[in-house]
Nanobody, 116 residues
């Protein structure tokens, strides 16, 4: 059974940090291109960051560049998102996504709230 399970969300003050984790199971994780998306209330889901299957290539949305870092550990079947210097506009549900050819998997999401 394919599963992507996010964790690490929560409430944090502006300027704070959080590390999101996504644990994968039920498929060959090391083949998959992995991404983090987010969706704020009333807005469309947007791509935050992605990483190639071996971790050699990453890309980021302009809004998070320099503050967020995506990385993966294929030995642990996990992908992470380190979020620093958080802003209120980062508040959203964050989703983990894995893609490989016709396969497209999503996690259930984890809430991140940035507020004082």
């Amino acid at each position: 059974q394919v599963q992507l399970v996010e964790s690490g969300g929560g409430l944090v003050q502006p300027g704070g940090s959080l590390k999101l984790s996504c644990a994968a199971s039920g498929f060959t994780f090391s083949r998959f291109f992995m991404s983090w998306y987010r969706q704020a209330p009333g807005k469309e889901r947007e791509l935050v960051a992605d990483i190639s299957s071996a971790g050699a290539r990453t890309s980021y949305a302009d809004s998070v560049k320099g503050r967020f870092t995506i990385f993966r550990d294929n030995a642990k079947n996990a992908v992470y998102l380190q979020m620093n210097s958080l802003k209120p506009e980062d508040t959203a549900v964050y989703y983990c996504n894995g893609r490989w050819f016709g396969n497209d998997y999503w996690g259930q999401g984890t809430q991140v709230t940035v507020s004082s």
